[in-house]
């Protein structure tokens, strides 16, 4: 076996191993919008889309709705203190980079965005 | 009950959003911050001129550990098994790492500088791994919710 009938056979392995796991992410989403799905069923034909909403966050105990609340603002606090390490970084990196061309003018990089993050042409690999 | 369940599907759906948007991130993230600083460690080791930069064991260990921070969205564990399978089943058909490695190290002489790059080296790997084995445990936890 050569070579390029190695590599073709890892591609097919890769292509298999990338279907098994889209399915296991979406598989989830359909689960989980089925049992909701079903859920609304039961109610339906009983109660009006409004009713039903209002139904649902009147239901919501003290507890719950606190539990939501610290939920969202966590996320969304983290999203942003993300955002300001990315913008930090960004002022960082270039410095750095003159910084160690200087010793190594062939210096090699990662060539992740300049942000620290991962290039948006990569992330088909996830 | 219906409302239950409606709560329960809205729960698990935000959570699955969770660690599939922010924590999926934020591994990535982490693991650089990991890595980073051995890379650094290595290039100062290398500027204080115990090992120049353009000698191939340099080269190779930067180019490992950059190769890593960049593809690290890409390590799982079935894509390590899948990557390594073939380089044991046919040996000759791929360049071994490992073996790229020894012979890179195999130029230097000094033995100090050997241990501090096998140091290096080593941590290096030990950082993937947990990644791997992290990530492992993600989709684990997934699937039990």
Known sequence: ?126 | MAVEIMKSSIALFFSRAFVYSCYRDYRPDLFRVEVFPISGELFEYAASGALPFDSSAYRLLRKYMNDVIRYVHALTFSRFIVSYSPSAVYPNSTKNAVEEWGEALAEIESSEVLNRLNALHNRAARVIAGQIFNRLMKNFHISLI
């Open chain 1, 1 to 126: 076996m050569n070579q390029y009938e190695h590599l073709i056979k890892y591609k097919k392995l890769e292509v298999i191993n990338t279907a098994i796991q889209m399915n296991l992410k979406v598989g989830g989403v359909v689960a989980i919008c089925a049992i909701f799905a079903s859920a609304l069923k039961a109610l339906s034909g009983r109660q009006a889309l409004l009713s039903m909403t209002l139904l649902l966050v009147a239901n919501l105990k003290l507890s719950e709705k606190i539990s939501f609340v610290l939920g969202f603002g966590g996320a969304l606090y983290g999203y942003r203190q993300r955002r300001l390490r990315g913008t930090v970084i960004e002022m960082m990196s270039e410095h750095q980079r003159k910084l160690e061309q200087t010793p190594d003018p062939r210096r090699s990089s990662s060539e992740i965005t300049p942000k620290g993050t991962t290039r948006p042409d990569d992330r088909s690999l996830e």
